[in-house]
């Protein structure tokens, strides 16, 4: 034989029998590369219409957070009563707050490996990549925002409510139709601003605030004759901020397809399934009702507006 043909030869038969060797071990990297992808690719929960995960892939405390060893959990500033407590969601304190922490547990991870981070309202679902692992701020799932973010099983059922001044003639109001001719209104980007656009349609464009502080204060120098908010935050101002004025009412909520909030996560997260296995979890076993029952728990007995 040639002598190149005959070194040919051994340097086919050595790859060969690397490639045998590789086999028998199945340890190669490709295959945890792939095994990698699958957990990715199941991490998002029916919330973002993907498959569910393994309980492998949310094995308590060894998720692929944005910090190692550590869950980065986000909201707005001012946080606001009662869903926080003292403008400090690291207290535990307020339903959220605590919620967050339930929900940390669930996944594994205690009260010192949770890390707050500051979110802007809007900028939670706003489209493009998020620096935060959930974040937790009263956001209503909604269809439109699904095309940015995915979303978590819904931890709260919700109900919009009207605030009025005691004085205000919208403090008067018995029904939806009671309201046509009253000036409303609401926080930029809320779904409370929606359902005033979308369901009440009132003879005036209603006004439009950056931050609830804002609109509550409208309200209190009678710039505005009523504001829709979440019916917990309603009993929250009349009973401590703003006593002047009144729950109004609240509109009775969808049966099949009730409003709710959910945690917000990047749209690409493969953390949804494990979070909302989480949240599921919290509703099944009734932390969540309790939760409620705890801080929320002065929101009942509104009339209901129809």
Not at 201 to 219: E, H, I, M
Request: charged fraction near 20%; hydrophobic fraction near 40%.
């Amino acid at each position: 034989m040639h002598l190149a043909n005959r070194s040919l030869v051994t340097t086919v038969t050595a790859v060969c029998s690397a490639v045998v060797l590789c086999a028998a071990l199945t340890g190669c990297a490709p295959q945890a590369e792939e095994k990698t992808k699958a957990s990715g690719a199941s991490g998002a929960s029916g919330a973002s219409g993907q498959a569910g995960a393994t309980t492998e892939a949310c094995a308590p405390g060894g998720l692929a957070t944005e910090v190692e060893g550590k869950l980065t959990v986000g909201t707005d500033k001012p946080a606001y009563a009662p869903w926080f407590s003292d403008d400090e969601p690291s207290n535990g304190k307020g339903f959220e707050s605590a919620v967050a922490y339930a929900v940390a547990k669930q996944l594994g991870y205690g009260r010192d490996a949770v890390v707050w981070q500051h979110v802007p309202f809007n900028s939670a679902f706003a489209p493009g990549a998020k620096k935060f692992d959930f974040d937790i701020n009263q956001v209503s799932i909604s269809e439109s925002r699904k095309k940015a973010v995915a979303f978590s099983s819904g931890y709260y059922d919700v109900r919009q409510a009207v605030v009025a001044l005691k004085t205000s003639k919208a403090a008067k109001a018995k029904s939806v139709a009671d309201l046509k001719d009253v000036k409303l209104g609401a926080q930029v980007g809320t779904t409370s601003l929606e359902f005033i656009n979308d369901l009440m349609k009132p003879d005036t464009k209603p006004a439009v605030y950056q931050r609830n502080d804002f609109a509550k204060s409208a309200l209190k120098t009678g710039q505005v004759d009523a504001i829709v908010v979440d019916l917990p935050t309603a009993f929250y101002i009349t009973g401590a901020e703003v006593p002047e004025a009144k729950v109004v009412g609240q509109f009775p909520n969808s049966t099949d397809k009730p409003e709710q909030f959910g945690l917000v996560l990047d749209k690409e997260s493969t953390l949804t399934s494990c979070v909302s296995g989480a949240v599921d979890a919290l509703r099944k076993d009734g932390t969540l009702a309790a939760l409620e029952k705890e801080w929320l728990s002065d929101a009942v007995d509104a009339p209901v507006l129809k």
